[in-house]
């Protein structure tokens, strides 16, 4: 049984749906103690640019500004934490990072969605054979990590390599991903969202490897819909994924303030 989910968006990302308070409500019914909102945090892009995918930098305040007086309504019957997912963008995270900090943002988690930018870059669900967008991949998530300011990393295995093809290369460059993790202290999340969309990840290739090299996880529901806010025993088939990969996950977790 999971107490606690830190991954849970808003409809300000423009691809998830339900209130906050459904989510809350949602999250109190199937026994969470803990629920953090972690909306796509809105980048500071050049203009013209506008992504589809996350926030915009002026609907950031009415984003704290809800889950603070929903926190406080609900202060007697469940813990709710202010976070974002964040893509570590190199050109971008310092500045972001000073507009987070005018903020009362509890924790930020890494989920890298493109490389090695949103404007000109790759997306990473994207099937591909080329071992130099997985190395890419790799690299990013890894200096990300290594900024010391993110509490986990989010899908990790979201990048989709055709490691069937590839194994050697697949299981040296994750390898490099795991250890990294380890070093780094942070939890690799085992994703719902992915899983109950049928999409490339969670895999067994990632979370077969990650277990044998000792890494920590974390269950993330990733809710883009109120109802993913389940135990895993009500996800089918994921006691079974969890059982078959040797995974034993903990839902404590450091808050690691952004700034």
Known sequence: ???ANYHTHTPRCKHAVGSEREYIETAIATGLK??????????????????????????????????????KEYRDRIRILIGFEVEYFPRYFDRLLRILGDYPVDYIILGQH????????FYSGVRT?????????????????????FSYLAH???????YEK???????????????AKECG????????????????????????????????????DAHQPWLLRQPE?????????????????????????C
């Open 34 to 71: 803990t629920l953090g909102f972690s909306d796509h945090v809105p980048q500071p892009f050049p203009a013209p640019y506008a992504s589809r995918i996350r926030m915009s930098m002026d609907e950031l305040e009415g984003y704290i500004d809800t889950l603070q007086a929903l926190r």
């Open 129 to 149: 054979e080329d071992p130099r967008r997985l190395i890419d991949y790799v690299n990013l998530v890894i200096e990300g990590m290594k900024t010391g300011r």
């Open 186 to 221: 942070l939890p690799l999340e085992v994703n719902y969202y992915g899983y109950t969309t049928r999409r490339n990840y969670p895999s067994d290739a990632f979370f077969s490897l990650a277990s044998s090299l000792g890494c920590r996880f974390i269950i993330g529901c």
């Open 234 to 258: 009500e996800i089918i088939g994921m006691p079974e994924f969890l059982q078959r990969n040797g995974i034993q996950y903990s839902q404590e977790l450091t808050l690691i303030k952004p």
């Open 166 to 180: 590839h194994p050697e290369i697949y299981r040296e460059q994750m390898t490099r991903l795991c250890e990294a």
């Open 1 to 3: 049984m999971i107490e």
């Open 156 to 162: 990790p295995d979201l990048i989709s390599f055709a």
């Open 114 to 121: 493109h490389v090695p930018d949103e404007t000109d870059g």
